[in-house]
T-cell receptor, first 110, second 118 residues
Framework: GIQVEQSPPDLILQEGANSTLRCNFS?????LQWFHQNPWGQLINLFY???GTKQNGRLSATTVATERYSLLYISSSQTTDSGVYFC????????????FGKGTRLHILP | GAGVSQSPSNKVTEKGKDVELRCDPI?????LYWYRQSLGQGLEFLIY????????KSGLPSDRFSAERTGGSVSTLTIQRTQQEDSAVYLC????????????????FGNGTRLTVT
């Protein structure tokens, strides 16, 4: 079954808007990470967040491990935030296999 | 180096030929991962290394795919007798240690090798 599930699959917003991206993960998955893949394909690690909340500028993330979900918040979005956001976790049943969700494609309109 | 380095950045090959893709991880990173990403799709796990050892090879799509890592550093992904369905971006990532056993070990990706099989 699906072990890392992201929603929504696509999101179109006007510049300046705020957004919340969600990642649900199964019991066998831990050590969540969030990535941004820019339109040129480069993957950047945003947060390593097994639990709790972290903030970096306009971005913040919260993982509630006991409820098996993580949220990525983007405030005052800019066109450079466009791209695909992936969450990933370690499949504890398969040693250190890190599995990715299918991503949320975000498009920020100027 | 400062980041994960992959080469070549682009590779066009004819169906049936063999290709080698190289990944040079961040210095000191013991864990190395290979993923494949087809156009517009997510990341498909291929294989990971802890040091020179690959505990789980089940993600490799077929026996035409193999990978090795030497000296706990550079890794090579080899695809034999390439097929058109092998066309994709092959991404390499490294982390300080296995993320399951080390509490703060984020993944860092290279820019990938775009493979086109004609």
């Amino acid at each position: 079954g699906i072990q890392v599930e992201q929603s929504p699959p696509d999101l179109i917003l006007q510049e300046g808007a705020n957004s919340t991206l969600r990642c649900n993960f199964s019991d066998s998955v831990n050590n969540l990470q969030w990535f941004h893949q820019n339109p040129w394909g480069q993957l950047i690690n945003l947060f390593y967040i097994p639990s709790g909340t972290k903030q970096n500028g306009r971005l913040s993330a919260t993982t509630v491990a006991t409820e098996r979900y993580s949220l990525l918040y983007i405030s005052s979005s800019q066109t450079t935030d466009s791209g695909v956001y992936f969450c990933a976790g370690v499949n504890m049943n398969r040693d250190d296999k890190i599995i990715f969700g299918k991503g949320t494609r975000l498009h920020i309109l100027p | 180096g400062a980041g994960v380095s992959q080469s070549p950045s682009n590779k066009v090959t004819e169906k049936g030929k063999d290709v080698e893709l190289r990944c040079d991880p961040i210095s000191g990173h013991t864990a190395l991962y290979w993923y494949r990403q087809s156009l517009g799709q997510g990341l498909e796990f291929l294989i990971y290394f802890q040091g020179n050892s690959a505990p789980d090879k089940s993600g490799l799509p077929s026996d035409r795919f193999s990978a090795e890592r030497t000296g706990g550093s550079v890794s090579t992904l080899t695809i034999q007798r390439t097929q058109q369905e092998d066309s994709a971006v092959y991404l390499c990532a490294s982390s300080l240690a296995l993320t399951a056993t080390y509490s703060n070990s984020p993944l860092h990706f290279g820019n990938g090798t775009r493979l086109t099989v004609t």
